[in-house]
């Protein structure tokens, strides 16, 4: 990684979003890299739509804003799609990480992005959320697409995370669980 990756995460409140987005960021602290992770919510509630931004680079981040031009864009929760312009600022060469059962290229059509130099990945994280916890709550899902997808820190280090984070609040069913979809994830994500 050379200089600074800004990363903007898409969802709806319950859904875990400002979770991953702080547990890639201390996935990439633990990997010797700098970091910062903030949501952007206002008085919103349970399923309003959120963002969170998370920021990872070799040098201490001494910006604070929103992220306008993301390096990489994670949509958590596909219904957003049509209501919000999710790859609105994406930087050309930049990622999309979706959440649908869509293949890429349906998922590049649908967002508008025929033609344009981005790279886009889907994965059923719901599908995996529901099998794995019985709700969708597919933020961790998504935490191990965008892994595969971007190289930005190791399954390894989300995985130590996510246990770690989730260790005194859930019984370890609930933890293993979780490590099961992350990787689940990571290994049946798409490109196109």
Same mark, same amino acid.
């Given at each position: 990684?050379?200089?600074?990756?800004?990363?903007?995460?898409?969802?709806?409140?319950?859904?875990?979003?400002?979770?991953?987005?702080?547990?890639?960021?201390?996935?990439?602290?633990?990997?010797?890299?700098?970091?910062?992770?903030?949501?952007?919510?206002?008085?919103?509630?349970m399923?309003?739509?959120?963002?969170a931004?998370?920021?990872? =680079?070799? =040098?201490?981040?001494e910006?604070?804003?929103?992220?306008?031009?993301?390096?990489i /864009?994670?949509? @958590?929760?596909?219904?957003?799609?049509?209501? /919000?312009? @999710?790859?609105?600022?994406?930087?050309?060469?930049?990622?999309?990480?979706?959440?649908? =059962?869509?293949?890429?290229?349906?998922?590049?059509?649908k967002?508008?992005?025929?033609?344009?130099? /981005?790279?886009?990945f889907t994965?059923d994280?719901?599908?995996?959320?529901?099998?794995?916890?019985?709700?969708?709550?597919?933020?961790?899902?998504?935490?191990?697409?965008?892994?595969?997808?971007?190289?930005? /820190?190791?399954?390894?280090?989300?995985?130590?995370?996510?246990?770690?984070?989730?260790?005194?609040?859930? =019984?370890?069913?609930?933890?293993?669980?979780?490590?099961?979809a992350?990787?689940?994830?990571?290994?049946? @994500?798409?490109?196109?």
């Open positions: 990684m050379k200089g600074m990756v800004e990363i903007r995460w898409h969802g709806r409140g319950g859904q875990g979003v400002v979770t991953a987005g702080e547990i890639l960021a201390e996935a990439a602290m633990e990997e010797g890299k700098y970091f910062q992770a903030f949501p952007d919510y206002g008085p919103e509630r399923g309003a739509p959120i963002k931004y998370t920021r990872i =680079s070799d =040098s201490p981040v910006i604070h804003s929103q992220i306008t031009s993301p390096d /864009v994670v949509v @958590v929760d596909p219904t957003l799609i049509g209501l /919000v312009n @999710v790859a609105e600022g994406l930087k050309d060469g930049g990622t999309i990480v979706l959440n649908t =059962s869509l293949s890429p290229q349906e998922a590049r059509e967002l508008g992005l025929e033609g344009k130099n /981005v790279r886009v994965v994280a719901s599908q995996i959320a529901m099998k794995y916890f019985g709700r969708n709550i597919p933020n961790t899902p998504m935490l191990g697409a965008l892994v595969k997808a971007t190289g930005l /820190v190791s399954l390894e280090s989300v995985i130590r995370l996510t246990e770690e984070r989730l260790g005194t609040k859930v =019984s370890e069913d609930i933890i293993q669980a979780n490590v099961k992350i990787k689940e994830a990571y290994e049946t @994500v798409k490109e196109g």
